[in-house]
């Protein structure tokens, strides 16, 4: 964190700043889909949706309602959290395939209403977003998508590290065990999802003032399928080594942009190789052999 | 600790259970006193843990009602009827096997708001010294034997202070010296006034702990009483021989 902190102070050029900026957005959206999947142990497939349902929110609720960004984006998040909360209310009693397949469902059905939907959208045009910054320098954007990694990673730690990480602990150990000594098994997981669905929608938000346009792809199946893949390959099971994930592959998504589409098979048989044989991820097998223990 | 209220504890009244074609428990009517040890036996499939998941709220029942402290329970769910005094094991041990010892018994101990996580560490390693278990408290419960893993599905009731318990299968697997441990402890907990339903395929064990023992069979009630009078019995002996009503072996 204090090397990426520095990094600008010692001319790292727009282009990768630029880079960057991406990488601490998906990083974001990285750990805090592994919050739920790593700890409690609920599959969503509709992380990217739920980060658009915020980017859509900010936008609109800055340029119809006139609020300033700094009440757009936390209404962004409130969107998403609410948005989480009543899927969660819907599917979070349904078990692995099922609740995998209607969070697909969910994230399509809000793609597809917002592609189709021009008077206020515009579609599959895209929607114009204002900027976070007057400047149009991208170092204050890079030190505010750090910042609010920074700030999403210390408070997941903090939950996590509270009485409420163990029930999630417990919860993806063994429902039934955890609900007969006290756990409120539905309403933690809820709480997860709609929690993880808030930071999502955060990151929306400052991703789209930070890029000034978002379109409906942006929750596209592809792009569940990136954060899906940087979680897994920086490992799923600690929020961290997600993150690290996230600016992992963003850069190399970058450096291998020669190779085309060919980079997206390549990064799917690196998924699969990581699932088989490094289940914590290559950064939790990294500390594993470096410091003989890991996530 | 005063944890005798008045009247029964706990009266299941008709309670009846159908999985699809299959009468689990079929007019099941039970009371238990406060401070009662009793023991649920019967063969396999004759609906003892059936019971036991109707009684910690995963079962809701078909028809009947089931009160405890005099209040409707049935219906409630397990977590509601843990914070009201309800506890129990599995037949199939359910520890958290990625987190350690110390922590499994955590998650009950924190599930009451009141309590901060230092009194509830304290409880925890006090408990689990009674238990033998406080130099594995760091351990991954993963790394445990299938009887301390049961041992710590016990400390996790402690935690709970449970006005009933409900024991499913404890002794199954389990070597001799912590199968006297566990005694101990249902014989402690019982003086304590707990009230505790064993279900156990160990008849040495139940004819020990128990003073009052009920069987079941095919979802019914088919005895109930004293150790003694249920050993006798000519239906329990029918049921375990698999000998039907006519006297022929089914």
């Known amino acids: ?295 | 600790m005063t944890l005798l209220p008045q009247g029964p504890l706990l009266e299941a009244e008709s309670v009846s259970k159908r999985f699809g074609g299959l009468r689990a428990l079929d007019a099941v009517s039970f009371t238990l006193e406060a401070g009662e040890l009793v023991g649920l036996i019967g063969p396999n499939g004759s609906g003892k843990t059936t019971f036991l998941n109707v009684l910690s709220g995963f079962y809701t029942p078909d028809t009947g009602c089931i009160r405890f402290m005099g209040r409707r329970i049935d219906g409630q769910e397990p977590a509601t009827l843990a914070a009201r005094g309800i506890a129990r094991t599995f037949q199939i041990t359910k520890i958290f096997r990625r987190i350690t010892v110390l922590e499994n018994l955590l998650v009950p101990g924190l599930t009451d708001w009141t309590i901060g996580r230092q009194a509830a560490g304290e409880k925890a390693r006090a408990i689990l010294a009674r238990l033998d278990l406080e130099r594995l408290m760091d351990a991954p419960a993963s790394s445990l034997s299938g009887g301390q893993a049961k041992l710590v599905e016990f400390g996790r009731v402690m935690m709970l202070e449970p006005r009933l318990i409900l024991l499913d299968e404890p002794f199954g697997g389990v070597h001799p010296t912590l199968k006297r441990l566990m005694h101990d402890t249902i014989r402690d907990w019982n003086a304590e006034g707990r009230s505790i339903i064993l279900i156990s395929h160990d008849m040495g064990s139940i004819f020990d702990l128990c003073a009052r023992v009920v069987a079941l069979h095919a979802g019914r009630v088919i005895a109930d009483g004293t150790p003694e009078a249920v050993r006798n019995d000519e239906a329990v002996i029918r049921a375990y021989l698999g000998v039907d009503d006519t006297g022929a072996a089914s």
Not at chain 1, 219 to 239: C, D, H
Request: aromatic share 12%; proline share 3%.
């Open chain 1, 1 to 295: 964190m204090v090397a990426l902190l520095l990094l600008p102070l010692f001319g790292l050029d727009e282009y990768w700043i630029y880079i960057l900026t991406i990488g601490f957005y998906y990083a974001v959206l990285a750990a805090s889909w592994s919050l739920l999947v790593g700890y409690v142990g609920r599959i969503s497939f509709a992380h990217a949706a739920m980060s658009g349902i915020g980017a859509y929110a900010s936008i609109l609720a800055s340029t119809v309602w006139g609020l300033p960004l700094a009440l757009s984006i936390p209404f962004a998040g409130l969107s998403a959290a609410l948005i989480g909360l009543a899927i969660g209310r819907l599917c979070l009693r349904l078990h692995g395939a099922y609740l995998g397949l209607t969070t697909i469902a969910f994230s399509e059905i809000v793609r597809i209403t917002i592609t189709a939907e021009h008077e206020l959208t515009r579609g599959s045009l895209g929607l114009a977003a204002p900027a976070l910054f007057e400047t149009t320098g991208r170092v204050p954007y890079y030190y505010s998508l750090l910042a609010l990694l920074g700030v999403s990673l210390l408070v997941m730690w903090l939950i996590l590290r509270s009485r409420i990480g163990l029930f999630f602990a417990a919860i993806r150990e063994d429902e039934d065990a955890a609900a007969s000594l006290g756990v409120r098994v539905v309403r933690w997981k809820i709480f997860a999802f709609s929690f993880s669905s808030a930071v999502a929608g955060i990151a929306g938000a400052f991703y789209a003032h930070f890029v000034q346009l978002v379109a409906p792809s942006m929750m596209s199946i592809q792009e569940m399928g990136f954060i899906l893949s940087m979680a897994v390959i920086g490992g799923f099971q600690n929020i961290f080594t997600a993150a690290l994930g996230g600016i992992f592959l963003e850069i190399l998504l970058e450096v291998s942009r020669e190779i085309g589409e060919w980079r997206m098979t390549i990064f799917g048989l690196v998924v699969i190789a990581v699932l088989r044989f490094a289940p914590n991820g290559l950064f939790g097998w990294a500390q594993r052999l470096i410091v003989g223990r890991g996530p």
